[in-house]
């Protein structure tokens, strides 16, 4: 289609997407504010995004243009549109564009516009800076040609809560294997539950006692939910361990995870963990009850500088850093400036920040919280990674991204990540170990997730052995039966059983 050619333009904001995960359920739809189109016969319109799809086993995000019910003309419209989800800079990230003849109460678009997982998890920092999709539609008159351009900006706020507690658990080391320890979040508006939480310890291989989490909604308000959970250390530091997205899509609704520091490890460091043997939790709950704000305006775009942004900067704890802060901080990275720590491997030394690190990375924090000699902050020995790993991991912190990755080098960066508690950076690891599962890896990864307690990951292989695993050679079976009999066991177990 000519550029040139006059055309109405809608860009959409759908803002606080806290807690938005690849979790979401199908068939859920966000639906923009109706907007007219003056030049197409005052016809009223709206667009349409289902972030799951419509039962599509492809995981795709729908996006769809919409014609309403009004009292314009019944004859369809020829319209040629242009759909696109934009970055923070206003460039296009992903578009469609097609022809279709309109008809009143008729939508239409593209089913398969972009895939769930990279808007909400691998490319989330992209699509969804401080947590805001932008879409944005245009729109022609197909055969004919309109006398000026036309815009309009529309705004879709998702209202966020957050509150956040401490739990303390006396006589941790006495607590006995599967008693449950309960704790009920309530409203503080009005002391309704919001979410309860159950605690137990379970023994795992080797005679390990693992510890776990299950999570059940108690309000049928709510639609989504974020939470992040920290070990409080006996100087008082907040040591990250987990961050949970739920997606809600029926009350009393358990969810389950595993705390990353087993039983055993806690009592080993009793007196970094355990004062006077109480485990100290500290939650943070960010949740969203539905949409709580929707504006549409016409003509110029300084509307979207008007005072609502100020005071959504300002109001929302949920914002991210500002892109000039980020990039500040990698050329920090890049030019070496101010660095007081080396992270050292057998074959390199690599400068960074202690005060990054740590706000990065839980164990970093406790490990330069619980040095008492200075000197001893100054190195940290990291003889098990390779530099490529120590390299790609200290760029992911800096950046929030990660280039070119490979299937040997997303296994070492999900053990690095596991190991020092980069929740966001083994995520996204998984994802790609996940995506990219064959006959000649899967019992190699299904020995990775077991080892690091990763059920979500684990599960997907399973998933994947019950399907191919008349294609895994016996070499492969053989390695996973050395390394873990009783986890070869029950993947041969299960693959007999489904099939």
Not at 17 to 43: C, Q, Y
Not at 72 to 93: C, R
Not at 118 to 136: C, G, H, M, Y
Request: glycine share 4%; charged share 25%; net charge negative.
């Amino acid at each position: 289609m000519a550029l040139e050619e006059k055309c109405f333009t809608i860009t959409w904001k759908i803002e606080n997407l806290v807690g938005w995960s690849e979790k979401l359920r199908e068939n859920f739809i966000i639906s923009s504010p109706p907007f007219v189109v003056d030049a197409m016969g005052k016809t009223t319109w709206n667009l349409n995004i289902y972030p799951a799809g419509q039962k599509d086993v492809n995981r795709n995000i729908n996006f769809f243009l919409y014609r309403e019910e009004d009292d314009s003309t019944e004859a369809p419209i020829n319209v040629k549109i242009q759909l696109d989800f934009l970055d923070k800079k206003g460039f296009s990230l992903e578009a469609f564009c097609i022809d279709h003849a309109f008809k009143k109460d008729e939508g239409y678009g593209c089913r398969s516009f972009a895939k769930k997982k990279e808007v909400l998890n691998t490319k989330r920092s992209i699509f969804l800076p401080q947590d805001t999709l932008t879409a944005r539609c245009k729109m022609w008159i197909k055969g004919d040609v309109m006398s000026q351009d036309g815009q309009c900006f529309a705004r879709t706020r998702f209202g966020v809560e957050k509150i956040s507690f401490l739990w303390y658990l006396k006589n941790f080391s006495t607590l006995e294997l599967e008693k449950k320890c309960n704790y009920i979040f309530k409203s503080p508006t009005n002391n309704e539950p919001l979410m309860s939480v159950e605690l137990f310890v379970t023994e795992v291989e080797n005679s390990d006692k693992s510890i776990r989490y299950a999570l059940t909604v108690q309000d049928e308000t709510i639609l989504c939910a974020n939470l992040r959970l920290c070990l409080v250390d006996a100087s008082g530091n907040k040591i990250q361990c987990n961050q949970e997205d739920i997606w809600c899509s029926s009350v009393h609704e358990r969810t389950e995870f595993t705390f990353p520091f087993t039983k055993k490890m806690l009592l080993a460091n009793k007196n970094l963990f355990l004062p006077n043997d109480i485990l100290s939790l500290d939650w943070e709950y960010a949740f969203s009850k539905g949409i709580t704000l929707e504006e549409i305006s016409y003509g110029s775009s300084s509307s979207e500088d008007s005072e609502a942004d100020k005071t959504d900067l300002t109001n929302n704890d949920m914002v991210s850093p500002t892109i000039s802060l980020i990039d500040t901080l990698k050329s920090f990275y890049v030019e070496k400036l101010l660095c007081d720590v080396q992270l050292r491997t057998r074959t390199g030394t690599f400068p960074a920040h202690k005060i990054v690190l740590s706000a990065a990375a839980s164990v970093f924090q406790t490990i330069f919280s619980s040095k008492v000699n200075e000197r001893e902050n100054d190195c940290v020995d990291m003889e098990e990674l390779d530099d490529d790993t120590v390299n790609r991991m200290l760029n992911y912190i800096y950046t929030s991204n990660v280039e070119d990755l490979t299937w040997k080098s997303a296994s070492n960066l999900y053990e690095a990540a596991s190991k020092y508690a980069i929740l966001n950076l083994k995520n996204l690891c998984s994802s790609y170990l996940k995506d990219n599962l064959s006959p000649s890896n899967a019992c190699e990864i299904l020995l990775l997730s077991h080892n690091y307690s990763d059920n979500e990951m684990k599960e997907a292989v399973m998933d994947y052995i019950i399907e191919h695993g008349k294609e895994i050679l016996n070499s492969e079976w053989r390695l996973l039966m050395n390394s873990n009999g009783k986890l070869a066991a029950e993947a041969l177990y299960r693959l007999l059983c489904e099939n």
